[in-house]
Structures are given as C-alpha cells and as structure tokens.
C-alpha cells in the first residue's frame, strides 16, 4: 500500500532504525507526554525485533514517517487493533518535519487503518495537559469519551475524518491506492 502524501510518507520501522526513534523518545523536546524508554540503542533493536513478531501477526505497525525526500522526521504507531476500532500513537514528529507533516502523516495513519485494515472507527488517548494534541485531534474531528487520572480518551469515526480531509484538501494531498 501506497502511504505517501504531498510531504510525508510512512515505511514499517527495521531495526536500523533504532537509533533515530531512540534519539526522538529521549529527547526531552518529544517526550514529555510519552512513556520512558530504555536508553540503549541494543534495547531499542530488542524491541523492534519482537515488535516485528507482532506487524507479521497483523497485531500492530509501527511507521517511520519521512520527508518525500527520504529524511525521517518521525514515528507514529497503529496497535490495540479490535473487532472494530483501532488506537494509534507514539507520534512524534521533530525539526526535520514538512509544514503539513502532522496532517498528512495523521490521515496517512487513517488512510492506512480505515482503507487497507478495514476499520470504521479509532480510539486513543492523548495525555492531559498535551494541548496542541488535544486541540489537533478535536479539529480532526475526534470527540472525548473518557478519561482516566492521566489521559483523556476520544474516538473519532472515518466519516468524520473523511470530512474533514474533504475540508483540508487545499492545504494537503494524500494520495489513494
């Protein structure tokens, strides 16, 4: 499947990556809403190697988003797959990202989870205090469902995203298989 917009593309994550996806989780610029890593870039290769277990079962993907022109400025991951929702996260996108790279690589995601895996809907949790996360994925369209002591839950349909692309298709371009 072709995952490619205007700016930005997704490719699966190989363990050679490592070392760029250790560098984005440890620097303190990124971090601050995710989950503490193990700084060694041996561990990060662990991790790759038994997640790549899990992209062969079909139970998660994990995306290096890149520049069209090959610069990796990203991670965005699709897991917690059920019958009819999927969750996405551990998107971080850095200095090297296009204008439109949180868009595009976000319906990039979409295209990928609604199109090519089937799903209608997708829910995920966005930390508290995370404003121009919060903010991003309201103006997406994603509604609050829940929360919890630490993060607000929202889920969000692919007619509305479907809607909102439809709304945003001047400033971006996601291409269609």
């Known amino acids: 499947m072709d995952l490619q ?5 997704l490719r699966l994550i190989e363990e050679s990556d490592a070392d760029f996806v250790l560098k984005l989780r440890l620097d303190e ?3 601050q809403f995710l989950s503490s890593v193990n700084p ?8 790759i190697k038994k997640y790549k277990n899990d992209e062969t079962q079909g139970s998660q993907y994990y995306f290096i988003i890149e520049r069209n022109d090959g610069v990796p400025c990203g991670t965005v991951r699709v897991y917690d797959l ?3 929702s999927f969750c996405w996260g551990s998107w971080i996108l850095n200095e090297d990202k296009t204008k439109y790279a949180a868009l595009e690589s976000a319906f990039l995601v979409y295209k990928f989870a609604f199109d090519h895996l089937g799903f209608q809907k997708s829910h995920f949790d966005v930390r508290k205090g995370n404003e121009r996360v919060i903010s ?3 103006k ?3 509604r609050k469902t ?4 630490l993060d607000f839950i ?4 692919k007619d509305a995203v479907e809607a909102t692309k439809t709304r945003l298709s001047s400033k971006i371009s996601v291409s269609t298989p």
């Not at 917009?5 to 593309?9: E, L, W």
């Not at 829940?146 to 002591?149: F, I, K, L, S, Y």
């Not at 929202?154 to 349909?157: E, H």
Request: proline share 0%; no cysteine; glycine share 6%.
């Open 146 to 149: 829940g929360e919890t002591d």
């Open 5 to 9: 917009s205007k700016t930005v593309k």
């Open 140 to 142: 997406m369209g994603a």
């Open 136 to 138: 991003f994925h309201e």
């Open 40 to 47: 060694s870039v041996e561990a990060q290769k662990e991790w």
């Open 29 to 31: 610029k990124y971090n």
């Open 154 to 157: 929202f889920a969000i349909t």
């Open 82 to 84: 059920t019958e009819d």
